[in-house]
């Protein structure tokens, strides 16, 4: 099976500071994703990648970027957090046959 | 646009009731069609998919049938657990504009199971 692992399930950081959150799959897909979930929104696209140093925006990119160096790793990057980033963030990868997702990482920005 | 409307929760039901989650979608072309279940403080898991028009998914005993036609794809169970508790997803990929392909995902309805 098709691995996603988020170096983090727990985040606390402050307002102001640069934040990454890592994202590595263990299969050869090209695709990878990063939402993020709250409560009455559900879950929103930020950006993805469909190739190593391609990205897209996605729904909701404002206040992030991305990095995608090697095929296996796809970063996102808070450049400077702030509470409204307070969030579940999600990755993924996959296509059209489906998406696995990473267990997720639970940022809070005080 | 290319959208997925899905039924509001929570769902709240007795063991053993037969369960029904409503979702109904928007595309352009032909999506693949995908439930996701979230179990409490845990990531995205897919329980079921669907590829083209007329397909049935099907995965612990839960099903979902492709209905072009009404452009739908219904969760149902036929008797739930207490351990189905959880927020479901319904979803869809598509390719959209630029020929990538994007998960969309409905709102996820909540389904609370009681004994």
């Known amino acids: 099976d098709v691995k996603v692992t988020q170096s983090s399930r727990y985040l606390v950081k402050r307002t102001g500071e640069k934040v990454f959150l890592e994202c590595v799959q263990d299969m050869d897909h090209e695709n990878m994703f990063w939402y993020r979930q709250d409560p009455g929104l559900g879950l929103r696209l930020i950006y993805f990648?469909?190739?190593?140093?391609?990205?897209e925006k996605g729904d909701i990119p404002e206040g992030y970027s991305v990095s995608r160096e090697k095929k296996e790793r796809f970063s996102l990057i808070l450049e400077s957090a702030s509470t409204n980033q307070t969030s579940m963030y999600l990755c993924?990868?996959?296509?059209?046959?489906?998406?696995?997702f990473g267990s997720g990482t639970r940022l809070t920005v005080v | 646009g290319n959208s997925v409307t899905q039924m509001e929760g929570p769902v709240t039901l007795s063991e053993e009731a037969f369960l029904t989650i409503n979702c109904t979608y928007t595309?352009?072309?032909?999506?693949?069609l995908f439930w996701y279940v979230q179990y409490p403080g845990e990531g995205l898991q897919l329980l079921l998919k669907?590829?083209?028009?007329?397909d049935k998914g099907s995965n612990k005993g839960f099903e979902a049938t492709y209905r072009k036609e009404t452009t739908s794809f219904h969760l149902e169970k036929g008797s739930v657990q207490v351990s189905d508790s959880a927020v479901y997803f319904c979803?869809?990929?598509?390719?959209?504009?630029?020929?990538?392909?994007?998960?969309?995902f409905g709102a996820g309805t909540r389904l609370a199971v009681h004994p």
């Open positions: 990648s469909y190739d190593v140093k391609m990205k």
């Open positions: 979803a869809l990929v598509g390719r959209f504009s630029g020929g990538y392909n994007k998960l969309i």
């Open positions: 993924a990868n996959g296509d059209q046959y489906g998406y696995t």
């Open positions: 595309a352009t072309g032909y999506p693949s």
């Open positions: 669907a590829t083209k028009a007329d």
